[in-house]
């Protein structure tokens, strides 16, 4: 059908082609007839640019995020030597909580006009903020903090939010598998960037070391303006009323799974922010410990693609809850004893593995339980859910953390564990309340009073 054909239709018939966006997850809001007439490609050479380019993106924008360990140990070590652990781990926080608050407004820009002045204008902010970075002075945290913290955070919110959306005007079936492509772009550039860094630092200088990372997402962004494009016809009217739709929070899945999002997003980033900080206090050789970010972030990959194909077939809880146990196991049973190297290892690889799905699970999750036509909002509202979790998380984390010593160390990583356990718990009491048999007993019970008072009333 063309472009043209499409206008008519939506015109005579009322349909809203609005898509709905969020951080890590995209679902049309198309009207069934409207979808019965739309041909997806789910393929070819335009989709699976428009794929790459979506990946570079994440890879600059995500992927910068997952870095932020890197620059957390040399804030404390070198930067901002006079601040706190917990105000620096503030810093990182922030990049996070922009991304997912300010998606929620991005995907109305997106509605209306695509990526056109999204993907440019979020090149030109990260890049521009990490140049100014490059210029912060030693114990100047309000320079990082605007630089690094709020502008980065916005402009990586401008270029995340529309990479991932734009998927769902060329993918249905496989959508899946293009969404784990393109997230694995983020995964990738916490292994890649980590160790750019920690190379250049030493021979250029931190100033330069970062002023040609960010040179380098320059030449990846730019790619991601040229082959990142929309194809179904946008609305063009700009509106942030139904950003966020609170009505969600009557269903009790939709509440205890934004509890449980809060709980295990709270104490998500801690270790990606931490270990290496911990292995360095273990006495961990600076060769090993240098790279655990990115182990950590390289097994992120295929916890980021296999996860969603599977709950396509088995649904996003069956694999989410068994995640989120494991992730809490490997807290408390391995990351809480471990004293050399080769554990602290297995737990940065193994921890990776597995709480990628947080990321792509819990949106999938919201839109199975959501109506299609307010899906876009309730996301947007769980997603403010964990953006203050993320940003109040890591700070909580580093004033637990007052003195790397023993002590300290043992009660963040006790507190993240129990946080991940209860968000766990949460999560399958959330299975438990949407199950079949539970719905079917229920359904039942109310079958049968309504029987009784029938009864009742036939004998009044």
């Not at 100047?140 to 005007?169: R, T």
């Not at 934004?258 to 997003?265: E, N, P, R």
């Not at 709480?355 to 876009?376: M, N, Q, W």
Request: hydrophobic content about 50%; proline content about 5%; charged content about 15%.
């Amino acid at each position: 059908m063309a472009d043209q054909e499409k206008r008519d239709f939506v015109d005579k018939s009322g349909v809203d082609t609005e898509t709905a966006t969020v951080a890590g997850s995209i679902v049309p809001e198309t009207a069934p007839v409207l979808d019965q007439l739309e041909h997806v490609p789910d393929g070819g050479k335009e989709a699976w640019t428009v794929v790459l380019g979506a990946a570079l993106a994440l890879f600059a924008s995500a992927g910068m995020v997952n870095t932020y360990g890197a620059f957390q140990d040399y804030y404390e070590a070198s930067l901002l030597p006079s601040s706190s652990s917990a105000s620096i781990s503030l810093i990182g926080s922030l990049q996070i909580f922009f991304l997912y608050a300010v998606g929620t407004l991005t995907g109305r820009v997106f509605d209306a006009y695509g990526t056109k002045y999204l993907i440019p204008t979020g090149t030109i902010i990260t890049v521009f903020s990490l140049m100014m970075v490059s210029l912060s002075q030693k114990d100047q945290a309000y320079q990082v903090y605007l630089s690094h913290g709020v502008l980065f955070g916005f402009g990586i919110a401008l270029l995340f939010n529309p990479a991932v959306a734009v998927l769902g005007h060329w993918f249905r079936k496989r959508r899946a598998l293009a969404i784990g492509l393109t997230t694995g772009g983020s995964a990738s550039g916490g292994v890649i960037l980590p160790i750019v860094l920690e190379k250049l630092i030493p021979a250029v200088g931190f100033g330069w070391a970062v002023r040609i990372v960010g040179f380098i997402l320059l030449g990846l962004l730019v790619i991601s303006c040229v082959t990142i494009r929309t194809r179904l016809p946008l609305s063009g009217h700009l509106s942030f009323r139904t950003a966020i739709d609170l009505g969600g929070f009557k269903d009790p899945r939709y509440t205890l799974a934004s509890i449980g999002a809060f709980l295990l997003f709270y104490g998500f980033f801690i270790p990606y922010f931490y270990i290496q900080i911990y292995a360095n206090f273990r006495g961990v050789p600076p060769h090993i410990a240098k790279y655990l970010l990115a182990i950590m972030n390289a097994t992120n990959v295929p916890s980021r693609i296999l996860p969603g194909y599977i709950a396509d077939k088995s649904g996003p809880l069956s694999v989410f809850i068994p995640a989120a146990g494991i992730c809490s196991i490997l807290l408390l049973g391995l990351w809480l004893p471990s004293h050399n190297a080769a554990s602290i290892v297995a737990f940065a690889a193994l921890y990776g593995l597995f709480s990628g799905a947080f990321v792509s699970l819990l949106p999938t999750y919201i839109a199975s339980i959501s109506p299609r036509e307010k899906l876009g909002a309730r996301l947007g509202a769980v997603y403010l859910v964990v953006a203050v979790a993320s940003l109040v998380g890591t700070p909580t984390g580093g004033a637990l953390l007052k003195k790397t010593d023993e002590e300290h160390f043992r009660n963040l990583i006790i507190f993240c564990g129990v946080l991940s356990v209860a968000g766990t718990l949460v999560m399958a009491a959330a299975g438990l309340v949407g199950s079949p048999a539970l719905q079917r007993f229920s359904w039942a019970h109310k079958s049968g009073t309504s029987e009784k008072e029938k009864q009742v009333v036939d004998r009044a």
